[in-house]
């Protein structure tokens, strides 16, 4: 159809028909554009149908082809001969110069394409292009003819004909110099040896190219064996000797692989004709080393398994270097190394002579083998026998031979010496301890051992240690050597131990040393550690074994006590080095024994003094972690003495050493179990102090307890609590801190459940932590008290406001206030008393009531009235509930204010109306606006006598009712959660944010709608899936209040109160990320499961759902690690669409470039803190 339609136009030739010709264009190349590569080559395979085509509809269907063959595989013949086909049949008939083009530009995007692939194997650009791109030999042979080759642009023209000299010289110099080629090149040249085929036969070049390429893979196999063999030898000299000993720099640097890919293969290896030689050392520059080399590397691999001989080469090796420069050491070269080598392996051989001739001795064997191969350590066998078919020189039969033979008579051999030695350790142990038994089997190993140490190996017969069976179990065990020796070695620390430690008062004794030792430092410490330990691992033998000394001690019996010495040191390879440190410190144990009455004297006496004179502050101001402090008052009847003052630490030490010395008396234990209960209420009440703290309670945030401990006080208890003090007075000081415990924690617990209420109820509160919502309660109460607060706005509150309002004003504040001022104005009902009479009362608000007054007054300017309202009910606290006298005052005040705007003439500021103008009735209706304490300290005014006289556990919590009370209302000092949240709804609803999009398409099968959504990704996608998901979503960055990054420092609040903000966020176009959920600790994971739980149950019990869209990221790997993950594996989805990180990059530049809120403070979670 569309080449009859191109048939049909050049029939008619018309100019003004170019519009419906580049129609028809357009139609084709969609047509064929959406077609598979294969299916349009398969239309056009009947050279006739090509044919036929009007030369504009091949042109289109060139240009179309050559589009595809950019993104498709070339490897195909149809497409090329295809093209060729093409190009042969329309070139020709072509009168435009469209064809070259669409080729030029098809020439250099394909040579672009090709130049980072050409930079990695450094190679020709142009050559990889001639010998990758199948079309390049076609274009090469058809650039030869003049009418093609004119088609072409200069640039597309010279990539061919580069690509062309390249091939030709490339052909050359496999014909007529083939060593020259390098060394990186042959196996470029190896993978595309079809490639150069092709290219061979296009040039009409005359070449064997299967012989040339075979030679250099030869030649390539053999230099690549080799550089394997002295690889090997490099590696094996530096894994055995010291690399301070060696200068093989010269030898490794020839075989780095950037320096032999640029080396012709005629350099590296012998080209064949040349003479044979077993080893090509030529270009390793050893040849002076062939003959030691012939010997060494046939036996490399048997070499490398023998400790002996790498023992004998380091041995030999050191001497050499120090030899070689007299007092100092040299460092040997290859070839000195290997000529070391050489002279090791022809000493070690003829040793392996001597044992196969049975003339050497086990002692002589032994000590050639070394102490490591006979040590009796359970790896010493694995590594007897590899040393052993290593003298067998890798001939099995040879191995079956005689190194069987003599490798069970030298394992025999040292396992009757291992035997021996035991045995003689154990008879000095009971020489030592004055021990005595039947040890006749002892005399008998012992005395075998020593017979066949000077034996010929031919003569020698494997020992029969069936006899020996109760030595063989305790010589399995690696440590018995060590513990026996140790134990030998250890007679005074151990007697000293028996003799003044019982065993049951080990551990008093180590916790009473630990305390004595404690600010003498670290060293001193863990002495006593390794002392303790060391008593208990041996306490079998120095308790229980030598408390039996007085009757015989048969050897089954003590190897039994041996038991537990072994095992603890199994557990612990330190412990006979332990017990041996005690013994060579024992005076210095003896003086802390002896120090140890001074020690609990101390204890007592510092106890006593705190539970008469003590004075116990818990919530003061001190620079340490714990708001705990104790002063023990001076002893009057001595005049030097001075106030002590001890911390919380201090205090647990002294609950410690009291603990250890509690039950040495009735009086002991009941003074622990008195200080005890007081520590554990001072632990309550410092815990709930801080937690009231953190929670930022009004009431008791600068609470102080302070306690007189002794007896006989008035007022021993006293609690602070910002402008009211309690004062009680106790007989018995430790209960009443318990009482006082209890109900401060009961009080805790309400206030976390008031907290967690406002938070459920106004979902703005969300939006900050608790510190954040007591700045905002202080700060904003002042634009509710006075015109003028906006003089003393800190920078802090506009920020903390401007994540609601980007970029806040203290007029948005004063706007806002006046808003909710009205407001509630609004919803106070009054009812008009002239019609009470009736009985139908007619019920209006305060506000409707105050500007029907003023309207009725002649006042109906709408400015005159906004004016009077803003300074009217800013200043004024309004009950639930008016009574007639004070509307009327507030209606006379109305009146006056009206009057006073009217003769400023309408548009005065509200920091200009003088408020007080008419007389001092305004200042006192302005003092009705109390202060939280103003209105808490008029609550507790009638009960002050009776509260007085009230534990203090009760008058604390009558305080506490009425400041819960109070709670619902504002304060010239504080807002109430409400009104709080009406505010920050004002400013909230004035923030122009943008919209969400619809996210369904972001999530395989869709986005669900009221559940969370955990996606498993590896950490180095959350980002990029953090920023797609808020792109498609919304078109911009995060927020910081939007995005939670986890990790081990994440505060619990922090954590706590994002969850509540996204999970309970009523609005629909909300997003929110919870990025590398699986960071968190272990217990905050716990606590963010259950309140993941609880507010999905809370959502549900109240027939609300989840509205926002919650996003949990974390890691695949860590998902069954972690309570909050194992919760969410049930809402885990499949991302649809994986980010294109580049495009974020650009897009993420682009939204960074933009001018950030004058009032913004980039956080750490902000969107504007992005790196990639």
Not at 179 to 189: H, L, M, N, P
Not at 994 to 1009: I, T
């Amino acid at each position: 159809l569309y080449n009859s339609i191109f048939v049909e136009l050049k029939h008619f030739g018309a100019d003004g028909l170019s519009e419906f010709e580049d129609l028809a264009v357009e139609g084709l190349k969609r047509l064929l554009f959406n077609q598979q590569l294969n299916n349009i080559v398969a239309l056009f395979e009947d050279q006739t149908v090509l044919n036929q085509l009007e030369l504009r509809t091949s042109e289109v269907l060139l240009m179309i082809v050559f589009e595809k063959m950019e993104h498709a595989s070339f490897s195909e013949l149809g497409l090329i001969n295809f093209v060729g086909n093409m190009l042969t049949g329309s070139y020709k008939r072509m009168q435009s110069r469209k064809l070259g083009t669409v080729i030029s530009k098809l020439v250099h995007s394909v040579y672009e394409k090709f130049i980072p692939m050409a930079s990695e194997l450094k190679t020709d650009v142009h050559l990889l292009m001639a010998l990758e791109w199948p079309l390049s030999s076609f274009l090469l042979s058809s650039i030869k003819e003049k009418q093609f080759s004119s088609l072409l642009d200069n640039d597309s023209r010279g990539i061919l004909e580069a690509g062309g000299r390249q091939a030709t010289r490339l052909l050359e110099q496999l014909r007529n110099s083939p060593a020259s080629i390098v060394y990186g090149q042959i196996e470029f040249i190896s993978s595309r040896k079809d490639n150069i085929a092709g290219l061979q036969t296009v040039l009409g070049f005359e070449l064997n190219l299967d012989d040339c390429v075979g030679l250099l893979q030869e030649r390539k196999a053999a230099f690549d064996k080799m550089k394997d063999v002295v690889a090997a030898l490099v590696a094996y000299f530096k894994n055995v000797l010291d690399l301070k000993l060696l200068n093989l720099a010269s030898l490794t640097s020839l075989m780095e692989k950037q320096r032999l890919s640029q080396t012709e293969i005629g350099q590296l290896v012998a080209w064949p004709g040349g003479t044979a030689e077993p080893y090509d050392l030529a270009y390793f520059k050893l040849e002076n080393q062939r003959e030691a080399l012939c010997r060494l590397l046939p036996l490399l691999d048997v070499l490398r398994d023998s400790a002996t001989f790498s023992r004998m080469l380091r041995t030999r090796a050191e001497a050499q270097a120090r030899a070689s420069a007299g007092s100092a050491t040299a460092k040997l070269t290859a070839d000195a190394l290997i000529a070391c080598a050489d002279a090791v392996l022809t000493e070690w051989l003829a040793k392996i002579d001597t044992m196969k001739s049975g003339t050497i001795t086990i002692g002589e064997i032994n000590q050639f083998l070394g102490q490591r191969l006979v040590s009796g350590d359970p790896d010493a066998r694995s590594r007897l026998a590899r040393e052993f078919r290593a003298f067998a020189l890798g001939n099995e039969q040879e191995m079956s031979a005689w190194a069987r033979t003599c490798l069970q008579k030298v394992e025999s051999f040292n396992k009757l010496a291992k035997y021996a030695r035991v045995a003689q350790l154990i008879q000095k142990i009971y020489e030592k301890y004055q021990l005595f038994g039947d040890l006749t089997a002892l005399d008998t190993v012992m005395q075998s051992s020593g017979d066949n140490r000077s034996i010929p190996l031919s003569q020698l017969r494997a020992a029969d240690l069936s006899d020996y069976d109760q030595l063989e179990d305790i010589s399995a065990n690696e440590h018995c050597l060590a513990s026996l020796e140790a134990f030998a070695s250890c007679r005074e620390i151990v007697y000293w131990i028996r003799e003044n430690i019982p065993k049951a008062d080990l551990k008093t004794f180590f916790d009473l040393a630990m305390i004595y030792v404690g600010d003498a430092g670290d060293m001193e410490q863990k002495r006593v550690e390794n002392f303790y330990q060391a008593a208990q691992g041996f306490d079998s033998l120095i308790y229980d074994m030598l408390s039996e000394r007085s009757q015989p001690i048969s050897l089954n019996h003590f190897l039994r006590r041996c038991d537990r010495p072994f095992t603890s040191a199994n557990a612990d390879h330190s412990l006979p080095g332990k017990l041996r440190d005690a013994g060579s410190k024992v005076g210095w144990f003896k003086t802390i024994k002896e120090s140890q009455g001074s020690v609990e004297k101390s204890t007592l006496k510092k106890i006593q003094e705190i539970l008469e004179r003590g004075e116990m502050e818990i919530g003061c101001d001190v620079p340490f972690d714990e708001p705990f402090r104790l002063l023990v008052a001076p002893d009057a009847k001595r005049p030097d003495d001075k106030t002590s003052e001890f911390l919380f630490e201090d205090i647990r030490d002294l609950q410690s050493k009291l603990m250890l010395i509690a039950g040495q008396s009735v009086e002991n234990g009941k003074l622990f179990d008195h200080f005890v209960n007081l520590t554990d209420s001072a632990t309550s009440l410092i815990d709930t102090v801080k937690e009231f703290r953190r929670h930022c309670c009004l009431l008791c945030d600068s609470l102080v307890i302070r306690a007189h401990l002794g007896k006989g006080k008035h007022n021993n208890l006293m609690l602070e609590l910002r402008s009211h003090t309690i004062n009680s007075s106790h007989n018995e000081i430790e209960p009443a801190l318990q009482q006082l415990s209890r109900v401060l924690k009961s009080c805790l617990s309400e206030w976390k459940a008031l907290i967690d209420a406002a938070r459920r109820k106004h979902h703005v509160l969300n939006y900050f932590l608790m510190s954040q919502i007591k700045v905002l309660q202080t700060e904003l109460a002042k634009f509710f008290a006075t015109i003028n607060a906006g003089q003393d706005v800190s920078v802090g509150l506009l920020h903390l406001l401007s994540h609601l309002k980007p970029d806040c004003k203290i007029e948005d504040i004063d706007e806002a206030v006046v808003q909710v001022m009205i407001k509630k104005a609004n919803e106070q009902v009054l009812i008009d008393q002239r019609d009470a009479v009736t009985g139908g009362g007619v019920t209006s608000s305060v506000y409707q009531t105050v500007v029907a007054h003023l309207e009725d007054n002649g006042y109906s300017d709408p400015s005159v009235i906004k004016q009077v309202t803003r300074v009217l009910f800013r200043l004024r606290s309004v009950s639930e509930r008016q009574q007639p006298e004070d509307l009327q005052q507030l209606l006379d005040k109305a009146s006056r204010l009206a009057r006073h705007v009217e003769n400023r003439g309408g548009g005065a500021g509200i920091s200009e109306i003088d408020i007080d103008c008419d007389d001092a009735g305004d200042t006192a209706t302005r003092r009705d606006w109390a202060t939280a304490d103003d209105h808490l300290l008029a609550l507790m005014a009638p009960a002050g006598d009776q509260q007085s006289a009230l534990p203090a556990d009760q008058a604390f919590n009558q305080l506490w009712r009425a400041f819960v009370d109070l709670l619902d209302e504002s304060h010239r000092d504080f807002l109430s959660f409400d009104d709080l949240a009406k505010l920050l709804d004002r400013l909230r609803q004035r923030q122009s944010g943008a919209s969400g999009q619809a996210f369904e398409s972001l999530l395989a099968g869709g986005w669900p709608e009221d559940k969370p959504v955990a996606l498993c990704l590896e950490e180095r996608e959350q980002l990029p899936v953090t920023l797609h998901l808020f792109r498609a979503a919304f078109s911009r960055l995060p927020r910081l209040e939007e995005v939670l990054l986890c990790s081990e420092d994440t505060r619990p609040e922090e954590l706590l109160v994002f969850l509540q903000r996204c999970l309970c966020d009523p609005s629909k176009a909300g997003l929110y990320v919870i990025m590398h959920a699986d960071r968190l600790t272990y217990e905050l994971s716990r606590q963010a499961e259950a309140r993941v739980h609880e507010l999905l149950q809370w959502l549900h019990q109240h027939s609300r759902l989840q509205n926002s869209n919650v996003v949990f990221l974390m890691s695949d790997e860590q998902q069954k690690r972690f309570p909050l993950c194992n919760l969410l594996a049930e809402y885990t989805r499949e991302l649809q669409i994986k980010p294109d990180r580049a495009e974020l990059c650009r897009w993420v530049s682009n939204r960074l470039r933009g001018q950030q809120p004058a009032n913004s403070q980039v956080g750490t979670r902000s969107g504007a803190k992005i790196m990639f």
